[in-house]
């Protein structure tokens, strides 16, 4: 994805990072009910969510202060910026 420095969620987030970290949490969090529902008609009860992520947060450490709109995220390269967001947690 990539998006230039400049581009930020509307909740001021780095775009890299409320795409790839946050909306899929989001995403998770909007399945819960129907995983907790389908879990009780699963053979082992147990309903599960995979997320992947690729070999780029090898690159860099994280910055917290870079996820964030401000003057520290806007010094920050756009690689550097998707390889935080690649931190599988």
């Known amino acids: ?3 230039p420095v400049d581009m930020v969620t509307s909740d001021g987030y780095d775009l890299q990072f ?3 970290v946050l909306g ?3 995403f998770t969090k909007l399945l819960l009910p ?3 529902e389908s879990a009780k008609s ?3 009860r147990k309903a599960r969510v995979v997320t992947t992520s690729s070999g780029a947060h090898m ?3 994280l910055n917290f202060d870079t996820f964030r709109d401000g003057p520290p995220r ?3 390269s756009t690689s550097v910026l998707y390889s935080q967001s690649k931190f599988v947690s």
């Open 74 to 76: 806007k010094k920050t």
């Open 24 to 26: 899929h949490f989001f």
């Open 1 to 3: 994805m990539i998006p």
């Open 18 to 20: 409320g795409t790839n």
């Open 59 to 61: 690159f860099n450490t």
């Open 34 to 36: 129907l995983m907790i």
């Open 42 to 44: 699963s053979p082992d």
